[in-house]
């Protein structure tokens, strides 16, 4: 592969996360939200952001990265979703405890909040099993992580698509499009190359 063609995948790499974040950042409705909130708002969008950037990684897709750095570079993205999840959370409940309470109790009337509570908890999930993933087992850890990789990207997803906020609304879309499609490529390909493996 050409270092052009290399640095083109790169850029439209980026492009696709950091474009749709830039555009909310001009959204009019910040005008009237304070710095916490704002932060909120942007750690959410950074996670999603890096769910595209996970099954990139694990999959192979990303040029001039090794598949063992590739995999170290997963398990620390996974990682930065945590926190960015935490600060998504944390600003939130800082913003309106009761929301939030509502939200975690599956109470609150919005009809995105459960599937970003449902994503939540299965984000948390695989940063727990990761703690045991060795005592797991190779193939058992595998069913686990892309079963709860399934609920986290459709839950965020959904739960993205249905907030009406400072995200612009194309943008958001093919942001959500490309991430749902990345997940369901790098599920399968990953199976298909473990099935084709010698035993």
């Known amino acids: 592969m050409t270092s052009a063609r290399v640095a083109l995948i790169w850029v439209v790499f ?10 909310s950042l001009t959204s009019p409705l910040l005008e009237w939200r304070g710095p916490v909130y704002i932060t909120a708002g942007l750690a959410g969008m950074i996670a999603l952001g890096l769910l595209l950037v996970q099954p990139a990684l694990i999959a192979g897709y ?22 960015a999840l935490l600060v998504h959370i944390g600003g939130l409940w800082i913003t309106s405890p009761p929301d939030m ?37 190779l193939r058992m850890w595998r069913i686990v992580h892309t079963s709860l990789a399934v609920v986290i990207v459709g839950g965020s997803v959904v739960h993205v698509v249905l907030v009406e906020g400072t995200m612009e609304t194309t943008s958001k879309a093919a942001l959500c499009a490309l991430v749902v499609a990345a997940a369901i490529k790098a599920i399968v390909d990953v199976w298909m190359r473990i099935r084709r493996a010698p035993s």
């Open 62 to 83: 990303l040029p001039d990265l090794s598949a063992y750095r590739a995999r170290r570079i997963h398990h620390w993205t996974g990682g930065a979703v945590v926190v």
């Open 101 to 137: 309470i509502d939200a975690l109790t599956f109470t609150s009337p919005t009809p995105f909040s459960p599937f970003g509570v449902t994503a939540m908890w299965a984000i948390f999930a695989v940063a727990l099993l990761a703690a045991f993933r060795r005592r797991m087992g």
């Open 14 to 23: 980026a492009a696709a996360i950091g474009v749709p974040i830039a555009l």
